[in-house]
């Protein structure tokens, strides 16, 4: 009996590593790579409601994946379009150059966002429809993507696509060289893309929009299991007297994950993605659970309920991928673009110190002081961005003062004003900057896109403004996110050793047998892959 179960696990273990040999992109194995991002999806979330979950969504990659469950990113400002410029790249700011979601642009002398494009227009837009007037781009990225060097190595064969309700997260993971990135105008809901990827909107674009999907997220309520009603996406106006956005009515809702998930499914088979002689890609991101998670923190029932939603969605959409594509001819990596704070009266309960701090005082106090020190009254910080203060170099040149003294001026005014910690835009750029915890976190944020600012950062648990949590931070809380793969190429089971959200794009350029972007910083996760001969078999979560 032995000697059957051994040829039996000995068979299963050459199978496995038969696949997996045999993957690569040029031979379309796996004829479909699917990157899941969730935003705001904190890394222990999905362990804590494991036992709630149904068996084909999140459980699928948990229970039948290679699931990481110590994935932490190593860079300080934990934030959307950093992280999801970094699960593309595979590196940081440091490398790929995107800083924040936006900051102050000192030609431009405004707040800039960090895909925004002046010189592209949106493409989708149904006729009365008024939305913004330029559109986005990846102009911003200092380095490629696994998308790029899946167009580079096929000579363009691959179709690469990215979908989000945001326009960074579809278009930072997929870099320069996609077929499209689409997401939606924030005011109508409509999903439009960019000039810079074609000359026009797609006819498969023009229908979806025409047609009532849209609509149909409309005048939903979203109710508890007693049936009160705790969301609801009936058009209303805001304080200000003007119409709440569909971003906000339905973004904020389960039905904005499962919006995205039409439009995704409209790209696969329009473009009929998975059908090539090549790997095709598609990153997928969900930005409701962020959008919703800023009001009510990642401890709420409604917060549970959007991920519950999430997980029964995406086992709807991996059904999909089985019946379109074919089961074991896709793989999908899942991670998080970043973390999220408790609620300060969550973490109050706990007795764990939660003080919260105003954005526009702290602005008002250093302007003040800076102008007692130079006896010129002016704005010479101009914007704060926790944990990034953005200065106004014409300001202080003005009074004769350098970009490195100005910082330095700024950094220690912050560390008077209660700042734990501080460092100059300067000191990074030279990696001179004095020795903390997260000292390396902190380097691995400097970028030269925006002019003069300082980094300051606050205690645990300390928050910016009022009511809402956030996330910006190297604390755990903000950096703890899921990493898992799955596939027949992979290995199941549970991963502890420490890894990070860079190791994903190489991965799968292992995978692929593809370079890995060109700025990469992350580290093949072999242990991950079936036909890795010195790891044995993982045991697998689904005996949790």
């Known amino acids: 009996m032995r000697s059957h179960v051994r040829k039996a696990i000995a068979l299963l273990v050459l199978g496995l590593w038969a696949v997996a040999s045999f993957a690569s992109a040029y031979n379309a194995q796996p004829k479909l790579v699917v990157i899941v991002v969730v935003d705001q999806l904190r890394g222990d979330l999905l362990e804590r409601y494991h036992d709630d979950f149904g068996?084909?969504?999140?459980?699928?990659?948990?229970?039948?994946?290679?699931?990481?469950t110590s994935s932490y990113y190593n860079y300080s400002t934990t934030k959307t379009a950093p992280g999801h410029a970094t699960i593309g790249t595979g590196t940081y700011a440091l490398g790929h150059g995107i800083l924040a979601n936006e900051w102050w642009d000192p030609k431009l002398r405004r707040i800039v966002s960090s895909v925004e494009d002046v010189n592209t227009r949106p493409l989708g837009l149904p006729a009365g429809v008024e939305g913004e007037r330029s559109s986005a781009s990846p102009h911003n990225l200092q380095t490629d993507t696994i998308g790029d060097e899946l167009k580079l190595a096929t000579n363009g064969q691959a179709k690469v696509f990215g979908v989000a309700l945001k326009d960074r997260a579809a278009i930072l993971p997929v870099g320069f060289s996609a077929n499209g990135a689409f997401f939606i105008d924030p005011k109508s809901?409509?999903?439009?893309?960019?000039?810079?990827?074609?000359?026009?909107?797609?006819?498969?674009?023009?229908?979806?929009?025409?047609?009532?999907?849209?609509?149909?997220?409309?005048?939903?309520?979203?109710?508890?299991?007693?049936?009160?009603?705790?969301?609801?996406?009936?058009?209303a106006k805001n304080s200000r007297g003007k119409d709440v956005s569909f971003y906000e009515l339905v973004g904020s809702t389960p039905w904005g994950s499962d919006y995205t998930i039409d439009l995704a499914r409209q790209i696969i088979d329009n473009?009929?993605?998975?059908?090539?002689?090549?790997?095709?890609?598609?990153?997928?991101?969900?930005?409701?659970?962020?959008?919703?998670?800023?009001?009510?923190?990642?401890?709420?029932?409604?917060d549970k309920l959007m991920l519950l939603a999430l997980d029964r969605s995406l086992a709807g959409f991996f059904q999909y991928l089985d019946a379109r594509v074919g089961k074991g001819n896709w793989a999908v990596a899942l991670s998080a673009d970043h973390g999220i704070a408790p609620m300060t009266d969550y973490a109050s309960r706990m007795r764990i110190p939660a003080p919260r701090f105003n954005t526009d005082d702290l602005r008002a106090q250093l302007n003040q002081s800076l102008k007692q020190k130079h006896a010129r009254d002016s704005k010479y910080v101009t914007y704060i961005d926790y944990p990034t203060v953005h200065l106004d170099s014409e300001a202080f040149e003005a009074v004769n003062e350098t970009e490195a003294d100005a910082e330095k001026t700024v950094a220690d005014l912050l560390l008077q004003l209660g700042f734990r910690y501080s460092a100059t835009k300067t000191q990074m750029a030279a990696g001179n900057i004095k020795n903390s915890v997260f000292r390396q976190q902190v380097l691995n944020s400097y970028s030269p896109l925006a002019g003069w600012y300082v980094f300051g950062l606050m205690g645990p648990f300390e928050l910016p403004g009022s009511g809402w949590t956030t996330h910006a931070v190297p604390y755990s809380y903000d950096a703890h996110v899921p990493l898992a793969f799955y596939g027949t190429a992979f290995r199941p089971g549970i991963y502890r050793e420490s890894v990070e959200p860079v190791d994903l794009a190489v991965t799968l350029s292992s995978l692929l047998r593809t370079n890995k972007p060109a700025s990469a910083v992350g580290r093949v996760l072999s242990e991950a892959f079936a036909d890795n001969?010195?790891?044995?078999?993982?045991?697998?979560?689904?005996s949790k």
């Open 55 to 68: 068996e084909g969504g999140f459980r699928l990659l948990m229970d039948h994946g290679a699931w990481f």
């Open 189 to 235: 809901g409509v999903f439009i893309t960019s000039t810079y990827y074609m000359p026009q909107a797609p006819a498969w674009l023009v229908r979806f929009n025409a047609g009532k999907t849209r609509e149909s997220y409309l005048n939903r309520e979203v109710k508890d299991a007693t049936g009160k009603v705790l969301r609801s996406t009936a058009p």
């Open 271 to 302: 473009e009929k993605l998975g059908t090539g002689p090549v790997t095709d890609l598609i990153s997928i991101s969900f930005s409701s659970p962020d959008i919703l998670g800023h009001r009510v923190g990642p401890d709420s029932p409604e």
């Open 533 to 542: 001969p010195g790891v044995g078999i993982a045991a697998s979560s689904a």
